[in-house]
């Protein structure tokens, strides 16, 4: 990532940190990173794309080389929004895991004019809601504190323990971003109610899922009752990692996506 360019952008008072593979006329992509993740837990993917797309891989407040403060769903897509018409880079392309998926949903329901279409993985998205209880507030902290203290090789090592089949360049970042992340990034952290948004997003959508994460098939199906216009896709052989567990199944769901824009199939 040498030839890679970094910066950071003031958002409501919080220093948001971003990395970014060129300037120029490509099509620009964001890439809005999940819990405990940074923006370059993006690499392997920025590394397949950036032939063809100008891409920008966000810290969110609370991770990464960003400063900290409250992460509301709606706070997460102004981040994205202020970077996006700070850069000059609309429309774009936002493709988002986990919570960046939440966040990249409420950037395209909320700025729905800086976007031209969004790629879900995974978002945290559930029939029952799941807000942190002090106790799991509690455990985050202790994982973020047994983090800090592991050398780089005993982190990798953990890593690599609990994520056997992870390509080995994932590990690096996934270990620098588990010991930049703040120690109150889950207490700050607000989801809100994910299906209140989705009627609001008017931008061509795609949910990706799998066997092994967070969104199933109920929830597939209710996301679609409340916006026709997102597409779902199973990935196989993943979990709530999609690109982690299964890149290449990833990397072509998302191929057809972008260049179809139909919205009237399921793969």
Known sequence: MSQWNDGNIDCNGVSVHFYRTGSSDKPNLILSHGFTDNGLCWS?????????????????????????????????ADDLATIIKT????????????????????????????????ILEDPPWQL????????????????????ADLSTAEAVAHGKSLHPNWHEDEFEPWVQSNKQVSFNAMSLLNL?????????????GLLLYADGGIVNSAVVKLVQELNKGIEACKVADAGHNLRRENFAGFLQAIEVFMQSHNTSKNC
Do not use: C, K
């Open 87 to 118: 850069l000059d880079l609309a429309p774009v392309t936002a493709i988002g895991h986990s919570v960046g998926g939440y966040a990249v949903a409420g950037l395209s329901a909320y700025h729905g004019q800086l976007v031209s279409q969004m």
């Open 192 to 204: 809100g109610d994910w299906q209140e948004l989705l009627p609001h997003i008017q931008v061509p």
């Open 44 to 76: 392997r993917t920025a590394r397949a794309l950036e032939d063809r797309f100008d891409i920008i891989m966000v810290d969110a407040r609370n991770h990464g080389l960003s400063g900290a403060g409250p992460a509301q769903i709606e706070t997460l």
């Open 128 to 147: 029952v809601s799941s807000q942190a209880s002090p106790s799991r507030e509690q455990g985050f902290r202790d994982y973020v504190e047994m983090m």
